[in-house]
Each structure stands twice: as C-alpha cells, then as structure tokens.
C-alpha cells in the first residue's frame, strides 16, 4: 500500500492504465489536485474533447472503488496541505507522478525533506526524476581573440554581404544600442553594426551557427547574412520591421490605441515567438520591452535577434531590470543561461502588458522596489484588497491561474512554463470571445 499523488498529464499518458490498475490492486490511495474538474473544463472548452473525456473516466472509476482522494496544491505551486498527509503516514510510501518539470520541482523539498517519497513521470515505465544541477554550463570564450580586426563602424559608408552584394548604409535615420548601430539600406534591411567590443570571433562564429538554422517564422527577426568591410567582420543583416512601435513606448503611452482584450492577444502571440525558440533549445537572452515591436495584437515581432543564445554561444547582453540577478562580466561571456533564467523578463513583460505596472510596483508607496525583486504587492487572496486602484482592477480582470502563475513566481520563484501559460492566454481569449459574440446576440 502507497499514497500516489498523480498531476493530471499523467493520466493521458499511453499505458498509464497499467500502472494506474497496478496501484490500485497493491491498495494505493490516489491524490489529485483539488481542481482537476476544471481542468476538464477547460480542456472540454479548448475543444479537447478526447482529453477531458479520459482523465473524467479515469477519475469515475477510482471514485466507484473509493480510493480516490482530492487535495489542494493551488494549481501545483503549494504542497503544504500534502506535506500534512505525508507526516501522518510515514509509515507509508509516497510516490509523486507528473510528467511536468515545473510540478517536480514544486515537489522537490518533500522528495529532499522525506527519505520514502519519489517523484517519477510515466513513459510506458516508470522514470525517477535526477536532480538537475544548477551549475552554468560554459560557453564558447576566448580569452584572446586575435582573430579579427577591430573596425571603426561610424566612418562606414557601406558594408558587403556574401548573399547580397555591397549594401549603402543610410546614415539619415539610425538607431545607437548597447551593441552597436542599426542603419537601414535597400530592400527594407537593416545592417547591424557592432562596436569594436563586439567585434569577436565569437560573434562571428555565432552568427555563422545561425545561418544554419533553419527559422520559419515571419515575427521573429532572424539574421540574414554576416557583413563585412573589405575583409573585416563588422555585424549582420536582418529585415526591417515597418509601421511597428516598440512595447516600450506603448508601455510608456499607456497601450494607447489598443484595449484590454487586444494586450491579452499581444501577450499571446509574443509567448508563441519565444515558445517557438525555446522548442529548438534557442534563448532569446535580450528579452527586454524595446526589442519588441507590435504592428498589430496579431504582428508581434522579436527583433535584434543576434543575441540569442544558441548551442554553446552564449548572450552576453544584460539589462539589470530584465534580469533576477545582475550577471557580471566575465559570466555573460563564459557561462551558458538556463530556460529558467528566461522566465522573469517573460513574466515581468507579461505582467507589464496586462497590468500597465513593473511587477514590483509598491501600491503602498507607488514607487518601485527596486532592491529586492522578490517583493510583490499584488495579493492572491482577492478579499484583502480593501479599495481598487487601476492596476489591481486589471489585477482582478485577470484569469485565477494567471494570478497564481504571478504570485508564486514572484513571490517564491516557482516558475509556470510556456506551454501552461499559452494555454491558458488561449483559454481566457476565447471564453472573451464567446462572452462578446453572446452580447452582440
């Protein structure tokens, strides 16, 4: 006999039966989440019929044999009301089974705190989760380039490109960055030129790799082809986005021009880009309002991509406000970033579109904490709000799991995938949609 806490994923994993039956007859007592049957709910209102249907059977049948039991883990970021259970049978052993990394390591200080608990996802057997280290991987880093000549970009009337042919730099509408100089030139192009601290053979061998890759999406701003000035390396070409505003100066404009509904979609489309990279193991690193540009709630675009990092090459741009921690030089250079260290400039942007406030906005004092990124003034507990300013009234327009995704991210660092929140996004956009088309009846 065993208690078996079982995330929902798992039920619809191919030959789960087996195992589930196999409990059962050993006499296991079968936790989930206290909300599953919105779960169902919502997958039913997605359109993912066969889904709902096999989890709401799977759960019919361990009802009628009475071993199944519901507790509340507030959408798997809180363990505590398990933690209980598991205390008051410890003679007992525990096994925990989720096919979602972010679940594991939700659960990861019980598997740390009690020597009878596992966590193991099912893939026609059973899989025991490793501890992942935390250590960096290294990226690729010379400590002496001499590989390539340093060239004074701001002289430059024109550069070459192997794909394009020489290309005429319009000096008359230029953008400076942290990097270098974009210049616009023909065929609505853009040529990045960097600084001499970025002329690197790193770079270069980057910018190479990524040629390679073959990207098929029309939002992300992939680069085109390695400039050069006589022989010299200098920087890349890349499209350029017209009629488009930086998020930035929306932000900062108060997202006039767009309603509510519409910074919902923009929120959408602009996690479906970053998703798209991080499916082929590509981290955009700069992620930052101003390297995104917004033509339409459908026309969101990721530019200035030759950042990304990619392989064992790895970003070395950082902007303090769009990072958990400040990274020093010498890590930006040699050491690789994780998905992990991703998820706070998605949630901060994220929650800066859907709030209209930096996510440490103090609505106390109304000025921002920026010393300690872990202070977060916006309560789950949606009854201690005692008067609604703007930004908790947004705050309460958004979906109870969107809450819950900011809050413990926030406040405790627990991070909810992409994959979660685009569904989600998805979810709330077309119960939206249903509600207007219902009113216009």
């Given at each position: 006999?065993?208690?078996?806490?079982?995330?929902?994923?798992?039920?619809?994993?191919?030959?789960?039966?087996?195992?589930l039956?196999?409990?059962?007859?050993?006499?296991?007592l079968?936790?989930?989440?206290?909300?599953?049957?919105?779960?169902?709910?919502?997958?039913?209102?997605?359109?993912?019929?066969?889904?709902a249907?096999i989890?709401?059977?799977?759960?019919?049948?361990?009802?009628?044999?009475?071993?199944?039991?519901?507790?509340?883990?507030?959408?798997?970021?809180?363990?505590s009301?398990?933690?209980?259970?598991?205390?008051?049978?410890?003679?007992?052993?525990?096994?925990?089974?989720?096919?979602?990394?972010?679940?594991?390591?939700?659960?990861?200080?019980?598997?740390?705190?009690?020597?009878?608990?596992?966590?193991?996802?099912?893939?026609?057997?059973?899989?025991?989760?490793d501890d992942?280290?935390?250590?960096?991987?290294?990226?690729?880093y010379?400590?002496?380039?001499?590989?390539?000549?340093?060239?004074?970009?701001?002289?430059?009337?024109?550069?070459?490109?192997p794909k394009?042919g020489?290309?005429?730099?319009?000096?008359?509408k230029?953008?400076?960055?942290?990097?270098?100089?974009?210049?616009?030139?023909?065929?609505?192009?853009?040529?990045k030129?960097?600084?001499?601290?970025?002329?690197?053979?790193?770079?270069?061998?980057?910018l190479?790799a990524?040629?390679?890759?073959?990207?098929?999406?029309?939002?992300?701003?992939?680069?085109?082809?390695i400039?050069?000035?006589?022989?010299?390396?200098?920087?890349?070409?890349?499209?350029?986005?017209?009629?488009?505003?930086s998020?930035?100066?929306?932000?900062?404009?108060?997202?006039?021009?767009?309603?509510?509904?519409?910074?919902y979609?923009?929120?959408?489309?602009?996690?479906?880009?970053?998703?798209?990279?991080?499916?082929?193991?590509?981290?955009v690193?700069?992620?930052?309002?101003?390297?995104i540009?917004?033509?339409?709630?459908?026309?969101?675009?990721l530019?200035?991509?030759g950042?990304?990092?990619?392989?064992?090459?790895?970003c070395?741009?950082?902007?303090?406000?769009?990072t958990?921690?400040?990274y020093?030089?010498?890590?930006?250079?040699?050491?690789?970033?994780?998905?992990?260290?991703?998820?706070?400039?998605?949630?901060?942007?994220?929650?800066e579109?859907?709030?209209?406030?930096?996510?440490n906005?103090?609505?106390?004092?109304?000025?921002?904490?920026i010393?300690n990124?872990?202070?977060?003034?916006?309560?789950?507990?949606?009854?201690?709000?005692k008067?609604y300013?703007?930004?908790?009234?947004?705050?309460?327009?958004?979906?109870?799991?969107?809450?819950t995704?900011?809050?413990?991210?926030?406040?405790?660092n627990?991070i909810?995938?992409?994959?979660?929140?685009i569904?989600e996004l998805?979810?709330?956009?077309?119960?939206?949609?249903?509600?207007?088309?219902?009113?216009?009846?």
């Amino acid at each position: 006999m065993a208690i078996v806490f079982i995330e929902e994923s798992c039920f619809l994993a191919p030959g789960f039966i087996n195992l589930l039956e196999n409990l059962v007859n050993d006499g296991s007592l079968i936790y989930v989440e206290q909300q599953i049957e919105q779960t169902i709910t919502n997958l039913k209102a997605q359109n993912r019929f066969k889904e709902a249907y096999i989890i709401e059977g799977y759960l019919d049948i361990l009802e009628s044999l009475a071993v199944l039991k519901k507790i509340t883990t507030n959408s798997y970021f809180d363990f505590s009301h398990f933690d209980r259970v598991i205390k008051q049978n410890q003679n007992l052993s525990v096994l925990i089974l989720t096919q979602k990394e972010s679940v594991y390591k939700n659960v990861l200080d019980l598997k740390n705190k009690y020597k009878h608990v596992a966590i193991a996802r099912f893939s026609q057997n059973l899989i025991y989760w490793d501890d992942n280290s935390n250590d960096a991987l290294d990226a690729f880093y010379l400590d002496n380039d001499q590989y390539i000549n340093k060239v004074d970009i701001e002289n430059l009337d024109y550069v070459y490109s192997p794909k394009y042919g020489h290309l005429c730099l319009d000096k008359r509408k230029t953008f400076k960055g942290g990097e270098g100089i974009l210049y616009p030139t023909y065929n609505n192009q853009l040529c990045k030129l960097y600084f001499k601290d970025h002329q690197t053979y790193v770079n270069f061998k980057k910018l190479n790799a990524m040629l390679e890759i073959d990207i098929h999406n029309p939002f992300i701003n992939w680069p085109k082809d390695i400039l050069f000035y006589k022989n010299d390396f200098v920087g890349y070409l890349m499209d350029e986005v017209k009629a488009a505003e930086s998020l930035d100066v929306l932000r900062i404009n108060a997202f006039k021009g767009y309603n509510i509904f519409e910074r919902y979609l923009i929120s959408y489309n602009l996690l479906l880009n970053i998703d798209y990279l991080h499916k082929r193991n590509i981290i955009v690193g700069d992620l930052k309002l101003d390297n995104i540009l917004i033509k339409s709630p459908e026309e969101v675009y990721l530019v200035d991509c030759g950042s990304c990092q990619i392989g064992d090459f790895a970003c070395n741009v950082c902007h303090p406000e769009y990072t958990k921690r400040v990274y020093t030089a010498d890590e930006l250079k040699q050491k690789l970033r994780t998905v992990e260290d991703e998820y706070y400039p998605i949630n901060k942007i994220i929650f800066e579109i859907l709030i209209g406030k930096n996510p440490n906005y103090n609505r106390y004092s109304g000025e921002v904490d920026i010393e300690n990124k872990n202070n977060f003034y916006f309560p789950l507990d949606l009854s201690e709000i005692k008067e609604y300013t703007g930004e908790l009234y947004m705050w309460r327009g958004l979906s109870e799991r969107m809450r819950t995704f900011f809050y413990y991210y926030f406040k405790e660092n627990k991070i909810t995938y992409l994959s979660e929140w685009i569904n989600e996004l998805e979810l709330y956009i077309k119960n939206a949609q249903a509600m207007k088309i219902k009113g216009e009846r």
